[in-house]
């Protein structure tokens, strides 16, 4: 059964063990933890990965089948789950359980996921996807915080908190809270102070600068290297990404030479891609061949060298390089 977020009060009263919760908003999916499950609870909580499910699933079935001596309640948070779950979550429905609360935390799941079917035709059983959040939804999450805390920011602040959040309200959060650190030592904050120390989702790890290099994404990869200021350390982890990646790369493209299902050749690749890796690895496999892919290779074991023997320029190296396919 598939109930929103803004609905989950209507359930407290509501006899389900498990609660499905699945999309690419980290933000909602903690708030409806902490609000909903956690705050107020007196019992035991426990938490999982689902590989620690998986490995030892009998055993955690037993346990959760039998009643705490010490704990009326147990919650259950079980992390990164994916149809791989699906075994496990039968067995407990087949038993009686009393006390028990489990809620599953997922990424975005397709419609052909099992798990999400699952819980989505399933009536003793919900599911919540969490999608972006809004402008009006990131206002709200700014206004309350600063109520909370009694301060006041412009709106032109407002807006570019909330730009630079992409819909993540942890993000939002996140810097919120170090501009009211800085407020302790500042009675004004200004626009100025906010871009130099938000650092927000626009702040690219070194993994996506490299990813969107490989893929050819110019657009991407200046704006990344425009909003981070590199130093000398992340310029050699930023060549060493790139160098283990492309050699991942060359193993793809090479068996892809052979296979011109290119789906079937990230999909049975060793070890397995992740998910959300899927769709940018297929794109660097088709737009390299895998002549090329060699030759960048080799240009990167160069610059690395070239690097380290002129850490000054070292970013102006990497950026010329990777600004230059």
Same mark, same amino acid.
């Given at each position: 059964?598939?109930?929103?977020?803004?609905?989950?009060?209507?359930?407290?009263?509501?006899?389900?063990? #498990?609660?499905?919760?699945?999309?690419?908003?980290?933000?909602?999916?903690?708030?409806?933890?902490?609000?909903?499950?956690?705050?107020?609870?007196?019992?035991?909580?426990?938490?999982?990965?689902?590989?620690?499910?998986?490995?030892?699933?009998?055993?955690?079935?037993?346990?959760?089948?039998?009643?705490?001596? #010490?704990?009326?309640?147990?919650?259950?948070?079980?992390?990164?789950?994916?149809?791989?779950?699906?075994?496990?979550?039968?067995?407990?429905?087949?038993?009686?359980?009393?006390?028990?609360?489990?809620?599953?935390?997922?990424?975005?799941?397709?419609?052909?996921?099992?798990?999400?079917?699952?819980?989505?035709?399933?009536?003793?059983?919900?599911?919540?996807?969490?999608?972006?959040?809004?402008?009006?939804?990131?206002?709200?999450?700014?206004?309350?915080?600063?109520?909370?805390?009694?301060?006041?920011?412009?709106?032109?602040?407002?807006?570019?908190?909330?730009?630079?959040?992409?819909?993540?309200?942890?993000?939002?959060?996140?810097?919120?809270?170090?501009?009211?650190?800085?407020?302790?030592?500042?009675?004004?904050?200004?626009?100025?102070?906010?871009?130099?120390?938000?650092?927000?989702?626009?702040?690219?790890?070194? #993994?996506?600068?490299?990813?969107?290099?490989?893929?050819?994404?110019?657009?991407?990869?200046?704006?990344?290297?425009?909003?981070?200021?590199?130093?000398?350390?992340?310029?050699?982890?930023?060549?060493?990404?790139?160098?283990?990646?492309?050699?991942?790369?060359?193993?793809?493209?090479?068996?892809?030479?052979?296979?011109?299902?290119?789906?079937?050749?990230?999909?049975? #690749?060793?070890?397995?891609?992740?998910?959300?890796?899927?769709?940018?690895?297929?794109?660097?496999?088709?737009?390299?061949?895998?002549?090329?892919?060699?030759?960048?290779?080799?240009?990167?074991?160069?610059?690395?060298?070239?690097?380290?023997?002129?850490?000054?320029?070292?970013?102006?190296?990497?950026?010329?390089?990777?600004?230059?396919?």
């Amino acid at each position: 059964m598939i109930v929103k977020s803004f609905e989950l009060d209507k359930l407290k009263s509501s006899n389900f063990i #498990f609660h499905l919760i699945y999309g690419n908003n980290d933000g909602i999916k903690q708030d409806i933890i902490d609000n909903f499950y956690i705050k107020n609870f007196n019992g035991e909580i426990l938490k999982y990965d689902e590989q620690e499910i998986l490995n030892k699933k009998d055993d955690i079935v037993s346990s959760f089948l039998t009643q705490s001596l #010490f704990e009326a309640s147990r919650l259950v948070i079980i992390s990164r789950a994916s149809d791989k779950l699906i075994n496990f979550i039968d067995d407990i429905l087949e038993k009686e359980t009393i006390g028990l609360k489990i809620v599953i935390k997922s990424s975005n799941l397709e419609k052909k996921s099992k798990l999400r079917n699952l819980f989505e035709k399933g009536k003793n059983i919900i599911c919540t996807p969490v999608y972006q959040d809004d402008t009006r939804i990131l206002n709200l999450t700014i206004q309350n915080f600063l109520s909370e805390n009694k301060l006041s920011l412009s709106q032109e602040i407002k807006n570019i908190l909330i730009e630079r959040s992409k819909g993540d309200r942890i993000n939002l959060k996140n810097e919120l809270l170090k501009l009211k650190n800085l407020s302790i030592s500042k009675n004004k904050l200004s626009t100025d102070d906010v871009i130099k120390l938000s650092n927000l989702a626009e702040n690219y790890s070194v #993994f996506e600068l490299s990813d969107n290099y490989l893929a050819k994404n110019s657009k991407k990869v200046s704006n990344i290297l425009n909003e981070n200021n590199y130093s000398s350390e992340d310029c050699i982890l930023i060549i060493r990404t790139i160098l283990n990646k492309s050699k991942r790369l060359l193993k793809i493209r090479t068996e892809a030479d052979n296979n011109s299902n290119i789906d079937q050749v990230i999909s049975t #690749f060793k070890p397995p891609i992740f998910w959300k890796e899927k769709d940018i690895v297929k794109k660097q496999v088709q737009s390299w061949s895998t002549n090329e892919v060699k030759e960048i290779i080799f240009k990167i074991n160069d610059l690395e060298a070239l690097v380290k023997k002129n850490t000054t320029n070292s970013m102006l190296f990497v950026s010329n390089f990777i600004s230059n396919y």
